[in-house]
């Protein structure tokens, strides 16, 4: 397989702080134009239009930002079951990650606590600040934790070569990931693998089929916030994934707090047959995924993830944008999938309860 597309090493700072940067030229693998951008799984109300640039992402510090209010950032916070203490400004500081829960999880290591080594100077981000430190991640970025290390590595190193980016060329963390990987030596890439990888991956999305879902607020790249009580919206073949309670969540990152995605009605029972049987128009995932899709050697885990991610790496994939070595295996099993049958498979993936895997 031919490399498709680089965005080479224009990963700099100057990316990140939104200088200006070649539009990333979007085409299916087949040559032809794909379906649009699923717009729920990226997060955005509108489609992309050519020469968009990454959204600005604010540099990790502990400054006052705009439209802060300077009591309420720094008013002490805790959260339900930990004997920590953080402030808003702790909370946001992605240089020295905070962590309500140290028992949940190995002694996060200065990668994962305060980002790569050559970074220090500039104050990069730690992974933790993303990904948190379990590994759960959050529907914005992806799911580390509970990943076979080999497999981890070679994330790391495709997106430090451009190999893999996101089609969507506004997605804000995006550049900061492929940032970062660029940034890493080769042992901070395993030492970071191997955290996550000790992680056990345990469920915490609940997945409900619905026709109507309460009102959404759409953090426009980000995600999707609760405002509504009662299911007013049409959810209109969507998946819409949205913090149980966004306060815990969002405001105070409580990495124990738990997710719900609303998804399409039947399309379990769809995405079902897809998964396992193929249904005349992929492959059986469990093949290389694993019998329970918890991931099989240097394979991913796919079961119990955020349909959203999942949903971003599966359009990626068919548009080229994920293109490193792993991908070719994929090739087959995306070729024929139109964005509503892959709607259907991240959706009964998510689903799925894994048993929790001991570490
Ligand atoms: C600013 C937020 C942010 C930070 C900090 C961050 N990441 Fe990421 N990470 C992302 C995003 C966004 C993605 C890709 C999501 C997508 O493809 O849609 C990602 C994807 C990944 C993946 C791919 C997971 C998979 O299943 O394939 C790995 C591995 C990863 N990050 C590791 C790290 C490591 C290691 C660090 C610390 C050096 C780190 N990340 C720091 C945002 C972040
Ligand atoms: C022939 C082997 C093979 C089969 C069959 C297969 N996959 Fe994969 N899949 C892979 C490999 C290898 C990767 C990792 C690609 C990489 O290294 O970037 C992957 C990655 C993925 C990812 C991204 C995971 C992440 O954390 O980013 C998703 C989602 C996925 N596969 C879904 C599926 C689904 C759904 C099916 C069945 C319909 C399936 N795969 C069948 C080999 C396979």
Redesign the pocket.
Known sequence: MTQRFGIGLLLGAGLLLGASVAPVQVQAQSGEAFEPLPLWAYAWSTQPEPGDLPVAQPWPSRDLREGDDPEDVAMPRRVEGSDAVYTRIDIRDAHDVIDWFPGDHPPMPDIIRRGPESLLSVRGWGCGSCHLPNGKGRPEN???GG?PVE?TV??LQ?MATGQ?FSADPRKPNSPTMSYLAAAMSEAEMREAAEYFAAMPWTPWIRVIEAELIPEMHLEEGNMYITVGEEPTEALAGRIVETPVDAFQANYLRNPRSSWIAYVPVGSLARGEE??TT?GGK????????GPDLMGLA?????AG?SPS??MR??YD?KVGT?N???????D???AD?TVED?TD??AY?ASLTPPPTTP
């Open positions: 992806a799911p580390p990943q497999y070679r994330q495709d893999r897809l998964v193929g992929t492959i059986e995932c469990a093949i290389c995924h240097n394979m991913p885990g796919i993830r991610y999942m790496q599966l994939m994920r490193g070595l792993g991908v070719e295996l994929m087959q099993v995306i999938l892959m498979i991240v993936l």
